[in-house]
């Protein structure tokens, strides 16, 4: 989709009469932005994300440890690659207990601990965003869960909030929302701990009441 018209022109007779036993696969995040001599000659394939199951499965067969692979395939979005990098990361368990500590504290009627988890995520200057994007894939998981998704959640984080009459799926999916929302204000330098502070009370008011 970044092509310039003279580019996308000269490999259309490619495209049109490949060589033997050829094939060309064209990846793109804007296909509506091809032109449409492109789109013409090629057959739209959408690639769907990986279950759980099977990033835990290439990870284990590239030598990750089971202990590993299970929590890094659960916050993988899909993806070996980023399961592989979570699993090999120095800060992986310590992000995951994070994790699961800032998920303990939005079950609880505790006004005072979601400000102090506010406080100390804002420290975290060079993981924060990737930890409010595993925030925001764990409630969506628990989200996809709660309507029946078999193969979805992470047992020991989504576990939680099981059992809650206030933590339904509508309500799940809009704490992954906030947990956006909040990765992309901090991302336009907002304040970090007045951002977490909004989201986390906000998170915490969905789910406890």
Do not use: W, Y
Not at 29 to 36: M, S
Not at 163 to 169: E, K, L
């Amino acid at each position: 989709d970044r092509l310039r018209v003279e580019a996308a022109n000269a490999i259309l007779k490619t495209l049109e009469e490949p060589p033997p036993s050829t094939h060309f696969v064209l990846t793109s995040a804007a296909p509506d932005h091809l032109p449409a001599t492109i789109r013409s000659r090629c057959q739209r394939v959408r690639f769907a994300s990986l279950t759980n199951d099977a990033v835990r499965r290439i990870l284990i067969e590239a030598g990750v440890a089971d202990e590993l692979a299970s929590p890094a395939a659960a916050l993988a979005d899909g993806s070996a690659a980023r399961g592989h990098d979570l699993a090999e990361g120095e800060t992986f368990a310590r992000r995951r207990g994070q994790l699961r500590d800032l998920l303990a504290v939005l079950a609880k009627h505790d006004f005072k601990s979601a400000v102090d988890a506010a406080a100390q995520l804002a420290q975290e200057k060079e993981t924060l965003s990737a930890q409010l994007g595993d925030l925001a894939i764990c409630f969506r998981d628990a989200a996809a869960r709660a309507v029946g998704l078999v193969g979805q959640g992470h047992d020991d984080l989504d576990g939680l909030f099981r059992g809650s009459a206030r933590a339904t799926p509508a309500r799940l999916a809009r704490c992954a929302q906030l947990a956006l929302e909040a990765q992309t204000a901090v991302a336009s330098f907002a304040n970090p701990q007045l951002t977490l502070e909004r989201m986390l009370l906000a998170q915490r008011a969905r789910l406890t009441g």
